[in-house]
C-alpha cells in the first residue's frame, strides 16, 4: 500500500526508496489504520498462546490476511487460520477461500455446523427462513473448546452496527464463549490486556478503527483479489422484505415471491440464507470504492437479515458467543 | 491535501448532549445512513418524541443505554469530511464510568467537553478537563451546549468562559483551548455557522476539528523509540537465516545505517534494513509498523527498546508516576500487580503513594494511604526488571503504562510516568 497513496500523490516503488518524507511527513490515514492493525496483530502473536484467525472469505477477513503477510512475513504465520461453514455459503467464496489458504501456504481448519447439526449439538430451523446464522455460535465455541485457541481474530468492526461500536480491540470472552458489555477492561493507548485463564478467551479485531469505506480502499491500494460476488454479476434472486436474496436449489418461498434474473453484487459475504445482494453495476474495484463512498445505507442494514430481528439484534447474538 | 486521521474524544456530564452533539455531527456531514436514521425516527417515536428526531439514539448502542438514556461504554464513531477523516470516542458521564473516560481519551488527539449553559462548571466538567490534560491531549475545545436554553445570551456564554478559563489555567499546559457556543439540538455552530448568535466571530466546531495538528505530526522533533515487539525468525529448515525485530515505531523517526542502542542491555549496532512487507525504505516515521534488521547479531527479545544512543530514555527499576485507578479494591501501598509498559510486562510493587490529587482544586493532599476508583495519585513504584521510559508529558507511548491484577487479569490502574 505505499505504492499508492489515497490523494494521488506518485508515491515511490518497493525496494530500495524512500517515502516522500520531505513533502509530507506523516502517515497517510490508511498507513496509519493498518500499521496498528499490524501492532495489534503481532501483540497476539506475542502474548497469547493458541491464536487463531477466523477466515470466512470475505472482505474483512481478506484484508485480515494481507494484515498477516505485513505483520509476519518472511516467517509462516504463528497460528492456523479457521473457517465456520454453514454449508450454506456462496460456492464462488469457497472456492475463493481454499486458493487463497493455498496461495499462503497456509493451514485451514473447517469447522462445520453441519456436523454439529449431525452431533445433535444444534437443532436445524426450519421454514422458508430457516438460517444457520444463529447455530454457527455454537460451532464456533466447540471448536474453540476443542483447539484451546485462547485468542480469535475477527474482521469485525466498529462501524458495522450499534453494539460493535462499543467493543473493545481486545474483546474478553468467558469460559462460555459471553461477551459482557457492561464489564469490559479498560482499553488504554496501545497496551492490550489479553490475560485469559484456561477456557477463557480473548476476540481481537484489528479492523476495529476501519470503516468498510476504508476496507475497500485498502482492497484497492493493495490490488487484492475477492470473491466474484463482490462485482455486479446476473443472478437469480427472489425478493423478501425488501432485499434480494440469491436462489438456489431447495430454497422454499413463500406466497408471492418469485425468482427473477437481477444484475446485483454483494456488500458482506454471510450464508446465502440470510445475506442479500443490491442491484448494481460496479465490476471492478474502483466502481465498488465509488458506490461505497456513495451510499446512503449501512452495509448490513442493507444486506443483512439476521441483524434485522430486533432492535438489540447484535448485542444478543454477541452476548452468546456471536463474531 | 493528506486525508489524515484525528482521533478526538467527547465527554461531559449526564444530560449535557454528547450524544446529541455526535449525532449532529454525523448528521450534519451527511455521514448518517437512511437506515439508521430510519431506526432513529422509529425508535424516538416509541419513545414518545413525534415528530423529533432523537439523534442521541445514533450513538446509544446497548439496549440499557437507549432503555435508561444513558451512555454506558466508550462507543466508537466514524466520520469523516473532504478534509480529514474522525474517529470519535463517546466517553460515558456518569462518575461511575470515568475509567471509560480513560480508556477513549488515552489516544486522542483532541477533547471536546461539554456544558450545559444553563447548569454552568460543575465538578465533573473539571474532572474531564483535568483528565484530558493529564492524559496529555493537545487540544481542549469547551463547547457550551444549549445555548438555545439561555437565549443564545453571550453574557451568559462569556461568564462561564471566565470561569473555566480560571480552572484551565491551572492545567497541565495544552496546545490551544478554544470555547465555543453552540447548541447540538439545533445545530448552531457545530457544522453550520449560527444566525442565532452573530456575536460570536470563532470558528465553528467542525472547522476547528479538521484544522487542528495531529500527533505524529513532527516525527523529527521526537527521539526514536522501537519497543521491539516480535522477533521473525523463519524456522532453520527453512534454510533462512533471516533475523528481523519487528514492532511499531512509538516515535521519532529511524535511518537505515544510523547507531542504536538495545536498551536496558546498552548493545549497540547499526540498523542494517528498514524492512516491511512492500520492500525495504531508507527511512521510517512514528507510528510505521515494520522490522528492523541490525548489522551486528545481537540477541534481542521483546521487550527491549532500541532508540538512538545520543536520545535514550531512562532505564529505571524505581520511578514515580501518576495512577488513574481503575476498580473498586483501592490500590494499596505494599500492592502487586503486572505492569505493562510498551512491549515490556514486568512485576512491580507499590513503594508509597506519596499523594492525591483534589480534581476540583487541583491541590496534591498529602497521602491518604490508599487509591479509591477514579482517584489519581502520585505513587513510586518498584519493578523486577528495568524498563526504558520518558516522562509522559514528553512521550505518550513510552510514558504510559497499565497495572493488572494477576488474581482476576483486570486491568486495574494507568499509570503516566512522572520522572
Redesign the interface.
Known amino acids: 500500500m505505499w505504492r499508492r497513496s489515497t490523494d494521488g500523490q506518485a508515491k515511490p516503488t518497493h525496494t530500495g526508496t524512500v517515502m516522500s518524507v520531505v513533502e509530507r511527513p506523516r502517515l497517510s490515514h490508511l498507513q496509519a489504520l493498518e500499521s496498528e492493525a499490524i501492532h495489534i496483530m503481532r501483540e497476539v502473536a506475542a502474548e497469547l498462546e493458541r491464536p487463531v484467525l477466523l477466515f470466512s472469505g470475505g472482505k474483512d477477513s481478506i484484508v485480515l490476511l494481507r494484515l498477516a503477510e505485513k505483520a509476519f512475513r518472511p516467517a509462516p504465520f504463528p497460528f492456523p487460520l479457521m473457517h465456520v461453514d454453514t454449508a450454506h455459503n456462496f460456492p464462488e467464496v469457497i472456492e475463493f477461500r481454499d486458493r487463497r489458504v493455498a496461495e499462503l501456504k497456509e493451514r485451514l481448519i473447517v469447522a462445520s455446523v453441519q456436523d454439529s447439526i449431525d452431533a445433535g449439538r444444534v437443532v436445524e430451523e426450519t421454514g422458508p427462513r430457516a438460517s444457520r446464522n444463529r447455530l454457527q455460535t455454537v460451532t464456533l465455541l466447540d471448536a474453540i473448546a476443542e483447539h484451546s485457541f485462547d485468542a480469535a481474530f475477527g474482521g469485525a468492526r466498529r462501524d458495522e452496527e450499534r453494539a460493535r461500536a462499543k467493543e473493545r480491540v481486545f474483546s474478553f470472552r468467558d469460559d462460555f464463549g459471553q461477551w459482557d458489555p457492561k464489564n469490559q477492561r479498560p482499553e488504554l493507548w496501545n497496551l492490550y490486556n489479553g490475560r485469559v485463564r484456561k477456557g477463557e478467551h480473548v476476540r481481537v479485531f484489528p479492523l476495529s478503527n476501519w470503516t468498510e469505506l476504508d476496507v475497500w480502499e485498502y482492497i484497492d491500494s493493495e490490488q487484492l483479489e475477492v470473491p466474484s460476488i463482490y462485482f455486479a454479476h446476473e443472478r437469480e434472486v427472489f425478493e423478501r422484505d425488501g432485499m434480494l436474496y440469491a436462489w438456489r436449489e431447495g430454497t422454499e418461498l413463500i406466497d408471492g415471491e418469485s425468482v427473477f434474473s437481477e444484475t446485483v453484487r454483494y456488500r458482506t459475504v454471510g450464508d446465502m440464507s440470510c445475506t442479500g445482494g443490491v442491484r448494481s453495476g460496479a465490476v471492478t474495484l474502483e466502481e465498488v470504492v465509488s458506490e461505497i463512498a456513495a451510499t446512503r445505507i449501512t452495509e448490513r442494514g442493507e444486506t443483512r437479515a439476521d441483524d434485522r430481528v430486533s432492535e438489540a439484534a447484535m448485542e444478543d447474538r454477541k452476548k452468546a458467543g456471536y463474531f | 491535501?493528506?486525508?489524515?486521521?484525528l482521533r478526538l474524544t467527547t465527554a461531559g456530564s449526564v444530560d449535557d448532549g454528547k450524544s446529541t452533539l455526535i449525532g449532529r455531527l454525523l448528521y450534519d456531514t451527511k455521514q448518517v445512513?437512511?437506515?439508521?436514521l430510519d431506526?432513529v425516527a422509529e425508535?424516538s417515536r416509541r419513545r414518545g418524541g413525534e415528530g423529533v428526531l432523537d439523534l442521541a439514539l445514533l450513538?446509544?448502542?446497548?439496549?440499557?443505554e437507549?432503555e435508561q438514556g444513558i451512555t454506558?461504554?466508550?462507543?466508537?464513531?466514524?466520520f469523516?469530511t473532504p478534509k480529514r477523516?474522525f474517529?470519535i470516542a463517546d466517553c460515558p458521564g456518569h462518575q461511575q464510568y470515568t475509567?471509560?473516560m480513560?480508556?477513549g481519551a488515552?489516544?486522542a488527539d483532541l477533547s471536546v467537553i461539554l456544558l450545559d449553559a444553563r447548569k454552568g462548571v460543575l465538578e465533573q466538567s473539571k474532572r474531564h478537563a483535568f483528565i484530558s490534560a493529564l492524559l496529555g491531549i493537545p487540544h481542549l475545545v469547551l463547547a457550551i451546549n444549549k445555548m438555545d436554553l439561555v437565549d443564545y445570551s453571550r453574557e451568559r456564554f462569556e461568564e462561564l468562559v471566565a470561569e473555566f478559563d480560571g480552572f484551565v489555567e491551572k492545567l497541565n499546559p495544552v496546545a490551544s483551548v478554544n470555547y465555543l457556543p453552540i447548541s447540538a439540538l439545533q445545530g448552531d455552530n457545530v457544522v453550520e455557522r449560527s444566525e442565532r448568535m452573530d456575536w460570536y466571530e470563532g470558528p465553528m466546531l467542525l472547522e476547528l476539528l479538521e484544522g487542528v495538528e495531529?500527533a505524529?505530526?513532527?516525527?523529527?522533533d521526537t527521539p526514536a523509540r522501537f519497543p521491539v515487539?516480535?522477533v521473525?525468525?523463519?524456522?532453520s529448515a527453512s534454510g533462512?537465516d533471516?533475523r528481523g525485530y519487528?514492532?511499531?515505531l512509538a516515535s521519532g523517526?529511524l535511518r537505515v545505517g544510523e547507531e542504536i542502542v538495545v536498551l536496558p542491555g546498552g548493545q549497540q549496532t547499526r540498523i542494517a534494513a528498514i524492512d516491511?512487507?512492500?520492500?525495504?525504505?531508507?527511512?521510517a516515521?512514528a507510528?510505521?509498523?515494520l522490522t528492523l534488521r541490525l548489522e551486528d547479531d545481537l540477541d534481542v527479545s521483546?521487550g527491549e527498546m532500541i532508540c538512538r544512543p545520543d536520545a535514550t530514555p531512562t532505564v529505571a527499576r524505581e520511578f514515580y508516576a501518576d495512577i488513574c485507578w481503575?476498580a473498586d479494591q483501592p490500590l494499596k501501598a505494599g500492592g502487586r500487580y503486572a505492569l505493562?509498559?510498551?512491549?515490556r510486562t514486568a512485576s512491580t510493587v507499590i513503594d508509597k503513594i506519596s499523594d492525591k490529587i483534589d480534581v476540583h482544586t487541583l491541590e496534591r493532599s498529602s497521602a491518604q494511604g490508599e487509591l479509591e476508583l477514579n482517584d489519581i495519585g502520585r505513587v513510586r513504584l518498584r519493578t523486577n526488571t528495568p524498563l526504558s521510559i520518558d516522562p509522559y508529558r514528553r512521550n505518550?507511548?513510552t510514558g504510559?503504562?497499565?497495572l493488572?491484577d494477576e488474581a482476576t487479569?483486570?486491568?486495574v490502574g494507568?499509570g503516566l510516568i512522572a520522572v
Open positions: 491535501m493528506p486525508l489524515d486521521l445512513f437512511q437506515d439508521q431506526h425508535a450513538t446509544d448502542g446497548l439496549r440499557a437507549r454506558i461504554d466508550v462507543a466508537y464513531r466514524y469523516a477523516r474517529i475509567r471509560n480513560v480508556t488515552s489516544t495531529v505524529y505530526d513532527h516525527p523529527y515487539q516480535w521473525i525468525r523463519p524456522a533462512s533471516y519487528a514492532g511499531q523517526a516491511t512487507y512492500d520492500g525495504e525504505f531508507d527511512e516515521l507510528p510505521m509498523s521483546r481503575l505493562k509498559h510498551t512491549t505518550r507511548r504510559s503504562f497499565i493488572i487479569n483486570s486491568t494507568a
